[in-house]
């Protein structure tokens, strides 16, 4: 396994045990879509940044990446 994806995997895990920790708190949520993201975890990614707009919804960026996220699925 490469640097950048032990990296990864191991970012993946830390934000994973956040969001158990306080499902509530949006950052946790955004950066594990992040992560997912960059694994190529689109589904994951996806879900994740779902849970980061509904706990701040007023958040342009969390709604941004969102948005980002489901025109890429829509394209393939």
Do not use: W
Not at 16 to 25: C, G, T, W
Request: proline share 1%; aromatic share 6%.
């Amino acid at each position: 396994m490469n640097q950048k994806v032990s990296d990864l995997t191991g970012a993946k895990s830390a934000f994973e045990k956040a969001v158990e920790f306080n499902s509530a708190l949006a950052g946790p949520h955004f950066q594990l879509s992040l992560v997912c993201e960059e694994l190529g975890e689109i589904d994951y990614a996806l879900s994740e940044a779902k849970k980061a707009v509904t706990a701040a919804a007023d958040n342009k960026c969390f709604s941004d990446r969102l948005e980002k996220l489901l025109k890429r699925v829509a394209a393939n």
